[in-house]
């Protein structure tokens, strides 16, 4: 399939949204920059992660369990690799990071759902190397395994920080009374090193918790200029209520008080959001990252699920708990979006997830998405 660059396609639609949480005072942005979306590929099935390889490849992970790779602008025909991932309503193979070295360290990280011998849903981080030779990949090592999984709630984001550090999100799986307990991996934010030995300078001594009291993680960013860490995450929904999505600004060892408090609420060395939806916005966040370059660099972008939108939001240099503008962008412009990730070349590259069970697709869906700013 032919990489087709469409220029003037679509243009930004722009919303400016204030949130309960953020300052009375807060300045929201009023720029409205000259944004047009090409389509670098469609014909995806539910695509969950993108990365950039040093050489020019881009990876991509469908959720049935397909490591697909974009190649001077043509999906290549054979996967990567494939997994044995089991996808259910929001489980199957999720996240993807790159070595820092990749040119030379040659590994992929995934993480994935699947069934395990007794029919039981599990979730597993693993790392792959790359045959650049035979243009395939194939399984190295197991990092983590056997977290429980269920049908919602795997998390899955799998980022290196700027420390050399991996990072992989994982959700409660849908049992709240994991996210307190230090001693289960569900509801947690995970650290390790590239080789899945456990870091001696994480919070709790030999445990990758990194942080905890987390309900459905899905994005990681740091914050460019400060290192800061930010994560996205999936409010309640249902009989625990709606919706109150949340950004976090992430510290080592705090407790992000799921299930004990949401939105606004406080207790006693629980920690609160920088941003929330409220309880009459849903966004579903999923994949996150922070612009370097451009009219937005600086910003924090995420994208949204149920809320059908990319969201933008300008966080205060000095005070990392303080949001000075958020905006709400291409609202119901391209259906559900998962992933949005900054590449080589400087432009912003979204993920679309109509196929996922939750979505209306188009005929063209899935689709990689190009932001180019004129």
């Known amino acids: 399939m032919m990489m087709?660059?469409?220029?003037?396609?679509?243009?930004?639609?722009?919303?400016?949204?204030?949130?309960?949480?953020?300052?009375a005072s807060a300045a929201l942005s009023q720029s409205k920059p000259n944004v047009e979306v090409?389509?670098?590929?469609?014909?995806?099935?539910?695509?969950?992660?993108?990365?950039?390889?040093?050489?020019?490849?881009?990876?991509?992970?469908?959720?049935?369990?397909?490591?697909?790779?974009?190649?001077?602008?043509?999906?290549?025909?054979?996967?990567?690799?494939?997994?044995?991932?089991?996808?259910?309503s929001e489980a199957g193979l999720l996240g993807l990071a790159l070595h820092p070295a990749f040119g030379q360290e040659r590994f992929v990280y995934a993480a994935y759902t699947y069934r395990d011998s007794g029919g039981r849903l599990k979730n597993r981080l693993a790392r792959l190397r790359d045959d650049p030779a035979a243009g395939k990949g194939a399984m190295d090592k197991i990092l983590l395994d056997g977290i429980a999984g269920n049908n919602?709630?795997?998390?899955?984001?799998?980022?290196?920080?700027?420390?050399?550090?991996?990072?992989?999100?994982?959700?409660?799986?849908?049992?709240?009374?994991?996210?307190?307990?230090?001693?289960?991996?569900?509801?947690?934010?995970?650290?390790?090193?590239?080789?899945?030995?456990?870091?001696?300078?994480?919070?709790?001594?030999?445990?990758p918790v990194y942080s905890y009291g987390h309900r459905n993680p899905q994005g990681l960013a740091w914050q460019p200029k400060t290192a800061r860490l930010y994560a996205t995450e999936h409010g309640p929904s249902g009989f625990q209520g709606c919706c109150l999505d949340e950004v976090n600004y992430i510290e080592p060892g705090r407790n992000y008080g799921w299930p004990a408090i949401r939105g606004d609420q406080t207790q006693t060395n629980m920690v609160g959001p920088v941003l929330h939806s409220g309880r009459g916005e849903t966004w579903a966040p999923s994949g996150a990252t922070f612009v370097?370059?451009?009219?937005?660099?600086?910003?924090?972008?995420?994208?949204?699920?149920?809320?059908?939108?990319?969201?933008?939001?300008?966080?205060?240099?000095?005070?990392?708990?303080?949001?000075v503008s958020f905006d709400r962008l291409f609202v119901h412009q391209f259906g559900r979006l998962r992933d949005v990730a900054e590449g080589p070349d400087g432009s912003l590259y979204i993920l679309t997830s109509n196929h996922d069970g939750r979505g209306r697709p188009g005929p063209n869906d899935d689709r990689v998405?190009?932001?180019?700013?004129k």
């Open 369 to 373: 998405l190009r932001l180019v700013f």
């Open 152 to 207: 919602n709630h795997n998390g899955g984001r799998v980022r290196f920080g700027p420390d050399g550090k991996l990072y992989w999100t994982m959700g409660d799986a849908q049992d709240t009374g994991t996210s307190q307990d230090l001693s289960s991996l569900n509801g947690k934010i995970l650290r390790l090193n590239p080789d899945g030995t456990i870091p001696s300078d994480n919070p709790f001594p030999k445990s």
């Open 4 to 23: 087709r660059n469409l220029p003037k396609i679509f243009i930004l639609s722009f919303f400016v949204v204030t949130l309960a949480c953020m300052p």
């Open 292 to 323: 370097t370059r451009g009219q937005w660099a600086g910003s924090l972008l995420f994208t949204g699920l149920r809320g059908q939108a990319l969201y933008r939001a300008v966080l205060d240099d000095k005070d990392p708990r303080r949001a």
């Open 38 to 88: 090409e389509v670098v590929m469609g014909g995806l099935q539910t695509p969950w992660a993108i990365a950039f390889a040093p050489d020019g490849r881009i990876f991509i992970t469908e959720r049935p369990g397909r490591i697909r790779i974009i190649r001077d602008g043509r999906l290549q025909k054979e996967p990567w690799m494939e997994i044995d991932a089991y996808e259910v």
